[in-house]
């Protein structure tokens, strides 16, 4: 293991550390790699690359075939674009739209964090398509890697004041916690290599940037749809009576991966840490981050996030640290309430004559598949009325900045392409959200977007056919126990074990502010419907007015879940 060049020892560091710290800032292998006429990068790049937005994968599918006749996995790029606040402009969209039909696999992914990703690039083509992506001013540096990830918000277009605040609040954290590195420049869009007599600096990730992934969003107070409990650190703005912005409740620690039959790695929902004002927010994430850089465990990469570091040495030690690198006094953190999580699908007014119109897609998958055709839709759309975009954090699309008299326009190119308005939705699918998984996903041990759809519906004309078809649960599905889909914070989780088995988690709940637990482990996928339904006819007789299923779940405990579903069973 090397040292730095400073002396500091690299012994006992996970080897993402020393890849990281002996990159030149992010440089590595990757420019010549990328003259190499290979199929894919080396093992260093590949952990280099992510920094830049992209993985290197393969397509699953096409395994068992390339294996049988004796040939190399059918390598494949995926580039994430990273999106603050899940804010797209019409040209970013077509440019986005334009690379997925030309060079990706002609799908257009949204992700849980409000970005885009583009899945199935070719070594040969990853080049042009990010240079594509910078050329309508978005970037992917950042998209991935162990740095500030996307820093996600509302993304409700409401044109106040308070919404301005927090869209330069955020604008400002961007600025402040974006890798600075030339590399990205130097390596995709041919910038000249900068000769300085001053060595190039990251002042705040230094050689080895952080330990793992670091994760932010914004919400506004009483509007959970950003999941606030899954991050690394959570900014809630808090509004006075008259609308506009206080300042920012902050929370930290929360985190949803684990690893199956390794309990020392855990799901955490992040905790109360402070109250700053307006001015206050960029330095105090700042600050967070840099003491998750300094303490965060750089040995094993399973307990490097910072829910680990806050678990070892508590919130109080936390916020002491954070207090000692700031030259303003942290204030007590307010307590915060939440009403049912807000989708912002629909119609609905902007506040400043315009309206905004929010479209399901179902698992994010921008496609053409049969009769709904969102992708060419939605470039129609887009096209010819321009409006602003907006992703959010449940995988949907926001159109913005729509002028009444559009209306009907959109809603007949909508209907043109076989995208339903919302209100046709069942609210089982509505609500429902799956993780890629296979074939793109190399961590996933179960199917989750390809199996979402078919289970959905099975569940919805369920709970149709006992009267609580308007209910509104949230169903989510992971191909792994990662959680990227978020499972353990909805009313019912779904989280891949093996192909075609998934363990069934209950208890959480609709506004997404506690952690569901596992009611039956390892159900294969078929046998989920007759494992709900008792439970779901419980629910029906027995909750309290307005109880969600999640609540009730939670309420009556498992121990009288499980006699209903037995009793129902053996009946
Ligand atoms: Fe994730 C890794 C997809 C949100 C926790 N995630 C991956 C990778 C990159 C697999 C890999 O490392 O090789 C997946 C790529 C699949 C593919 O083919 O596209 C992947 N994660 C996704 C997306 C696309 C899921 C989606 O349905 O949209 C989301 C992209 C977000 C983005 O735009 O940045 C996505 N991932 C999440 C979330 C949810 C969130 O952040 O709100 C989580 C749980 C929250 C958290 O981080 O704690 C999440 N992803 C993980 C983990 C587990 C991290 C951990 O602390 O243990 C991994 C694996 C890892 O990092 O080692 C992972
Ligand atoms: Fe892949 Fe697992 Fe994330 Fe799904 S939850 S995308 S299977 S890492």
């Keep these: 293991m090397s040292n730095l ?20 800032h992010l440089r590595g292998l990757i420019k010549e790699e990328l003259l190499e006429d290979t199929p894919a990068f080396g093992d260093d790049s590949e952990q280099l690359l992510k920094f830049h937005g992209i993985y290197q994968q393969d397509d699953r599918d096409r395994r068992k075939e390339a294996r049988a006749r004796g040939l190399d996995k059918h390598h494949q790029l995926m580039i994430r674009t990273r999106i603050p606040g899940g804010l797209v402009s019409p040209d970013a969209y077509i440019a986005h739209d334009d690379i997925s039909r030309r060079w990706a696999n002609g799908t257009l992914r949204v992700t849980t964090r409000q970005d885009f990703q583009l899945h199935g690039v070719l070594k040969g083509d990853i080049k042009k398509s990010i240079r594509a992506i910078n050329d309508a001013l978005l970037t992917t540096l950042g998209g991935c890697g162990d740095v500030e990830r996307n820093i996600m918000c509302c993304p409700e277009p409401l044109a ?21 590195t030339a590399a990205y420049h130097e390596i995709w869009l041919d910038g000249e290599v900068v000769k300085s007599s001053e060595p190039e600096t990251e002042p705040l990730y230094k050689e080895q940037y952080l330990p793992r992934k670091f994760k932010t969003t914004v919400a506004i107070e009483g509007d959970n749809c950003v999941d606030v409990y899954a991050h690394d650190l959570a900014i809630v703005a808090m509004k006075r009576p008259d609308g506009s912005l206080r300042g920012f409740n902050a929370l ?9 039959n390794k309990p020392e790695t855990f ?20 600050e967070v981050v840099g003491v998750q850089r300094d303490y965060g465990d750089r040995a094993n990469r399973r307990h490097a996030r910072l829910k680990y570091t806050i678990a070892d040495r508590g919130i109080q030690w936390f ?35 315009k309206l905004y119109v929010g479209i399901y897609i179902e698992n994010g998958r921008i496609a053409d598949v049969g009769d709904v055709r969102s992708r060419t839709g939605l470039r129609r759309i887009v096209e010819e009325l321009r409006p602003q975009i907006r992703l959010t954090a449940q995988q949907n699309v926001i159109l913005a900045d729509i002028d009444p008299a559009q209306r009907p326009r959109v809603e007949a190119l909508m209907a043109e392409h076989g995208i339903s308005p919302v209100e046709s939705i069942p609210h089982a699918i509505r609500y429902a ?24 519906r099975k569940l919805a004309a369920l709970l149709d ?21 978020r499972p353990y914070l909805g009313d019912v989780g779904f989280v891949g074990t ?17 952690l569901n637990r596992v009611f039956a482990p390892n159900v294969p996928i078929t046998e989920i419907p007759s494992l709900l339904r008792p439970l779901f006819e419980s629910f029906r007789s027995d909750r309290r007015p307005n109880e969600g299923f999640g609540n009730w779940s939670d309420r009556v405990g498992f121990e009288a879940l499980r006699d209903a579903s037995m009793s129902e069973r053996s009946a």
């Design 5 to 24: 060049s400073d002396g500091t020892s690299l012994e006992g560091f996970s080897r993402n550390e020393s890849i990281k710290a002996t990159s030149n």
């Design 160 to 180: 106040d004041d308070l919404h301005a605040e927090v869209q330069r609040a955020i604008s400002a954290m961007v600025a402040e916690l974006t890798p600075r």
């Design 252 to 260: 930290v620690g929360g985190g949803l991966g684990r690893t199956h």
């Design 267 to 286: 799901v955490a929902v992040a905790v109360p840490l402070a109250f700053v004002e307006p001015e206050q927010i960029v330095d105090l994430a700042r």
């Design 319 to 353: 916020r002491d640290e954070v207090q000692k690198r700031l030259d303003f006094t942290l204030q007590a953190p307010e307590p915060l309430a939440w009403k049912p999580v807000d989708d912002h699908l629909g119609w609905h007014e902007q506040g400043d004559g």
């Design 433 to 456: 959200m799956a993780c890629p998984a296979i074939p793109t996903c190399g961590l996933a041990v179960a199917e989750a977007e390809r199996a979402l759809p078919g289970l959905i």
């Design 465 to 485: 056919e006992l009267g609580l078809g308007d209910e509104r649960i949230s169903f989510r599905m992971s191909g792994c126990p990662n959680g990227c889909s």
């Design 498 to 514: 093996t192909l075609g088995k998934y363990d069934v988690m209950l208890g959480g709940d609709f506004d997404g502010t506690r």
